[in-house]
């Protein structure tokens, strides 16, 4: 059985190049937060890619719906933009 991913990004070209590096798994996406949540509840990932900005919910209130429900699901979070003020 191969492992569900689910992919949480709203840049069609940044979601495009994960679907091709992670091909070989059962993969799901989603392109905002609420729809993140949603298709956690419905889907139960092993693992969910998790874009930190993101439309109608971003990526840390998803994370904290998505923990109302479920603590067993990994979380990586991840963003392109820059953390630290340069």
Known sequence: MKKKILIVEDDPMLMKMMQIILD??????????????????EEAPHIILMDLTLP???????????????????????????????
């Open 24 to 41: 070989e798994y059962n993969l799901l996406v989603a392109a905002d937060g609420m729809m993140a949540v949603k298709m956690a509840k």
């Open 56 to 86: 109608l919910l971003d990526g840390y209130e998803a994370l904290q719906e998505i923990r109302a429900f479920s603590e067993t699901i990994t979380v990586i979070a991840m963003t392109a933009k820059h953390l630290l003020p340069k």
